[in-house]
């Protein structure tokens, strides 16, 4: 039998059961289009022996599309009254499906243990938690090698700029750290429900090496964080913190090749990386 998936009535119905009431806070817009789900899980590549990590499965519209294809589905859902409801509705809707999927009640930025290792982490993300969200998972969790994720088309476009962009920032030099990302399709809001005010980005994930260095990551990120406080200043006063001078700061920018009067934004994870080691003496 074919797994019946979500459209806009079954989700109006689901939610009218279960006496929801979608908040902002949680970012619950649930998407009710069956070609928008299938879309997500072809562009991720979803195979059959694959195990996915869902964050944020809601009323179960992605995982349906999910549970048609892959040999898994661990779902991580934070609202009590949608993780409790997921099994009974893809037991009613694609009973051959049920034992596959593992519905885990928790915050995916504070998760650290999950049933299954996953392959892939396919998700319709909280939107105010999307970027936190994603760097806990990569840092956490390493089995994951690829992922897709929908994400406000704004924090897609950040997770994906590069160096010398307006928006290259903090997220987009964190997720190269760990990952090469791009965007690949944007969703529009009449696909939700409640209809969100802001497009969707699809965003591919692929996992890579971190950068070669002596530094910690915890290190490469501190010069991050520090080199995009304030975005106007130039790299020497921007660092003049972490390194004690802003004298200080401009030796360890020369030795690692970067130029102390540049500003953040033209700087590469690998940049960033040699410039904490600088800073940490090695
Ligand atoms: N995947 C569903 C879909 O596409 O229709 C729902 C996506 S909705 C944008 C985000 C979901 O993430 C909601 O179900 C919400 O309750 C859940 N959520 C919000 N914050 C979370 C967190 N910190 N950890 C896990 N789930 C969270």
């Known amino acids: 039998p074919l797994t019946r998936l979500l459209d806009p009535t079954a989700v109006r119905e689901l939610a009218g059961r279960l006496d929801l009431r979608p908040t902002k806070q949680r970012?619950?817009?649930?998407?009710?289009?069956?070609?928008?789900?299938r879309r997500i899980v072809q562009l991720a590549g979803v195979r059959s022996d694959d195990v996915v990590l869902e964050i944020g499965p809601g009323l179960g519209s992605l995982t349906l599309a999910l549970l048609e294809v892959a040999d898994r589905v661990v779902a991580i859902?934070?609202?009590?009254?949608?993780a409790d409801a997921l099994g009974d509705t893809v037991a009613a809707r694609a009973p051959e499906h049920r034992d596959r999927l593992d519905?885990?009640?928790?915050?995916?930025?504070?998760?650290?243990?999950?049933?299954?290792?996953?392959?892939?982490?396919?998700?319709?993300?909280?939107?105010?938690?999307?970027?936190?969200?994603?760097?806990?998972?990569?840092?956490?969790?390493?089995?994951?090698?690829?992922g897709l994720v929908m994400v406000q088309s704004e924090v897609a476009d950040r997770l994906a700029?590069?160096?010398?962009?307006?928006?290259?920032?903090i997220p987009s030099v964190k997720m190269a750290w760990y990952a090469a990302t791009?965007?690949?399709?944007?969703?529009?809001?009449?696909?939700?429900?409640?209809?969100?005010?802001?497009d969707s980005g699809l965003?591919?994930?692929?996992?890579?090496?971190?950068?070669?260095?002596s530094a910690t990551r915890d290190q490469v990120f501190a010069v991050v964080d520090a080199a995009f406080a304030q975005r106007r200043k130039m790299l020497?006063?921007?660092?003049?913190?972490l390194a004690g001078s802003s004298a200080a700061a401009s030796t360890a920018l020369e030795a690692a090749g970067v130029d102390p009067t540049a500003r953040g934004e033209v700087c590469t994870v690998?940049?960033?990386?040699r410039i904490a080691e600088q800073l940490h003496g090695s």
């Open 27 to 37: 970012g619950q817009n649930f998407v009710t289009d069956a070609n928008t789900v």
């Open 77 to 82: 859902e934070i609202d009590h009254l949608l």
């Open 103 to 146: 519905v885990v009640e928790a915050d995916a930025m504070a998760v650290t243990e999950l049933p299954h290792p996953p392959t892939i982490v396919v998700a319709n993300l909280p939107y105010n938690v999307s970027v936190p969200v994603l760097l806990h998972l990569l840092a956490r969790f390493d089995s994951w090698r690829r």
């Open 161 to 169: 700029a590069g160096p010398g962009s307006k928006i290259y920032g």
């Open 182 to 198: 791009s965007q690949v399709g944007s969703v529009p809001p009449r696909v939700f429900w409640p209809v969100p005010n802001v």
């Open 203 to 213: 965003v591919a994930i692929e996992r890579r090496d971190p950068p070669t260095t």
């Open 236 to 241: 020497r006063s921007a660092l003049s913190g």
């Open 270 to 273: 690998q940049d960033f990386a």
